[in-house]
């Protein structure tokens, strides 16, 4: 297991341990009626404090995903709730789960390109360049592009969650999203830490992303090394 860095705008602690184990239950890694390690030597792995893993355990507890026996133990328990911050993020690592995280590459506003496809009710965007984690291992450059009727995106307010900042800075959710995966070759512009140099073909996500309005508020593309992670969908 690992945690993201903290910064600023990172999620709270406790919830980057709750998404991380909601993943790892989801991807299998965590089976039904499996005990957890004892507390003390969770917290010590995670590099965290007691309080702050019992505090992701109670979240997971709420959800259903947990049962804490007094003198016992933690065991995980199927059939909760697996929706979290980053149930629309379907990359996952080989063996499965992984916590997401970017690293900002660049944010600029201007004019949609005349290649992009038709999307929102403006001329102007947001287009966001990051570079994806999960865990701690590279795994993608993604491009988004947010439409300029919903509003401004500020780096400096920026978390790891960009459907997290849509929510709490701009006033909406995404509800849906319209995937199609294909292979395509790396942009130009994804920078030297990638492992897929520009021009090699690799794993490619086109992404509209839907709000309480008819049309999608959001155009992404990424890019993804297939020997580091693979897109799962998982149907309920």
Do not use: C
């Amino acid at each position: 297991m690992t945690t993201a860095p903290q910064t600023s705008n990172s999620l709270p602690l406790y919830v980057q341990i709750s998404e991380l184990l909601i993943r790892d239950i989801a991807a299998g890694r965590l089976l039904d009626g499996e005990r957890l390690p004892p507390e003390r030597d969770m917290a010590e792995e995670l590099g965290i404090s007691i309080g702050t893993l019992r505090k992701a355990l109670a979240d997971l507890t709420e959800k259903g995903l947990l049962e804490r026996i007094q003198g016992s133990g933690n065991y995980i328990r199927q059939g909760g709730t697996t929706e979290s911050v980053y149930a629309m993020f379907r990359l996952e690592l080989l063996s499965g789960g992984g916590l997401p995280r970017a690293d900002v590459l660049d944010i600029e506003r201007g004019a949609k390109p005349v290649e992009l496809p038709e999307f929102g009710t403006s001329t102007e965007g947001t287009r966001i360049r990051r570079l994806r984690y999960l865990n701690d291992t590279i795994i993608a450059v993604e491009e988004i592009w947010l439409d300029g009727d919903s509003g401004a995106v500020r780096r400096d307010q920026l978390s790891d969650s960009l459907y997290r900042y849509y929510q709490k800075h701009l006033g909406f959710w995404i509800v849906r999203a319209e995937d199609r995966v294909t292979i395509k070759a790396v942009p130009e512009w994804a920078p030297a830490e990638f492992s897929q140099a520009p021009g090699t073909l690799t794993g490619y996500i086109e992404r509209f992303s839907w709000a309480d309005r008819p049309e999608p508020v959001e155009y992404s593309r990424t890019w993804f090394d297939t020997d580091r992670a693979h897109y799962v969908q998982r149907l309920k």
